[in-house]
């Protein structure tokens, strides 16, 4: 099993960037999927997350309207939409199989002037 993330940058406020997960080992399709991220200082919380039904889908409050997950099932690839992007939103961006735990590496989300 393998989830690799992609697609973190440096981002003015105010803009938009897509993470991608690609995974492996598996088919992400038969799994409910997840985005998480941690800021400096702070604790891993869920961004967003996906269901089996790509209709079910949750979202943190802090970006609900702004961030949009999603999933590509012939890829085998995940996708986090984040627009109107906030200082706040600085952080390392997981990508999160629950069942059975399985982490990707992270990428960096830094959005700054």
């Known amino acids: 099993v393998q989830l690799v993330e992609s697609g973190g940058a440096l981002v003015q406020p105010g803009g938009s960037l897509g993470l991608s997960c690609a995974v492996s080992?598996?088919?992400?399709?038969?799994?409910?999927m997840s985005w998480h991220r941690q800021a400096p200082g702070k604790e891993r919380e869920l961004v967003a997350s996906?269901?089996?039904?790509?209709?079910?889908?949750n979202y943190a409050d802090s970006v609900k309207g702004r961030f949009f997950i999603s999933r590509d099932n012939a890829k085998n690839i995940v996708y986090l939409q984040m627009n109107n992007l906030k200082p706040e939103d600085t952080a390392v961006y997981y990508c999160r199989r629950p069942t059975g735990g399985y982490w990707g590496q992270g990428t960096q989300v830094t959005v700054a002037s």
């Open positions: 996906i269901g089996i039904s790509a209709r079910n889908t």
């Open positions: 080992g598996f088919t992400a399709s038969f799994y409910d």
